[in-house]
């Protein structure tokens, strides 16, 4: 008899500590996992005070890329060097390709459907060139940029949707 009284006191003692065991465990392990988010939270947050101006930089330059590649904006800076459609449109679209491929790298910045619609309009703004001098009544490096002017007047750039595109996603940044 007496040995069975000695193992009930024995699980007497004992259940107290292993309830308060398993406490200790429950609450140290939610306390590991607490200031692990905590370290990532102020990690990703200094990570972000970093990172922000480097994107904010990248959107201002796709916002000037578009800007400088909108129909209007681009005819006004390059000037035919003489009649030939077909040379200034080559030169036209050589300086769209010329800025697109200087701002490359700034895809590493900006959202991936941000970096396709600014491709997507780079392309429109090409296609829209082409089509523009392969209409037969344009005969002349003047005639294809009263054509493209023309047609601006009746619709909005591609350029103009893309960056009214980058100024919502930035706006979502804030």
Not at 51 to 66: C, D, I, K, S, V
Not at 105 to 124: G, M, V
Request: aromatic share 8%; proline share 3%; charged share 30%.
């Amino acid at each position: 008899m007496e040995t069975t009284e000695r193992i009930i006191d024995l699980f007497l003692y004992a259940i107290p500590t292993v309830i308060t065991g398993v406490i200790a465990y429950y609450f140290f392990r939610e306390h590991t996992r607490n200031e692990d988010g905590r370290r990532r939270f102020l990690l990703k947050k200094d990570l972000q005070v970093n990172a922000m101006p480097l994107r904010l930089q990248a959107y201002e330059r796709m916002a000037l890329f578009l800007e400088r590649i909108s129909p209007s904006k681009l005819l006004i800076r390059i000037q035919p060097t003489d009649s030939n459609k077909e040379s200034y449109e080559s030169l036209l679209i050589q300086s769209i390709e010329q800025e697109y491929e200087h701002n490359l790298s700034q895809q590493i910045y900006i959202s991936d459907k941000c970096w396709n619609i600014i491709t997507t309009a780079k392309n429109a703004t090409i296609q829209l060139i082409r089509k523009a001098s392969m209409l037969e009544k344009t005969d002349t490096s003047n005639k294809l940029r009263e054509v493209i002017l023309t047609e601006m007047m009746e619709r909005i750039s591609p350029s103009d949707a893309a960056l009214s595109f980058i100024k919502d996603e930035v706006s979502d940044l804030w």
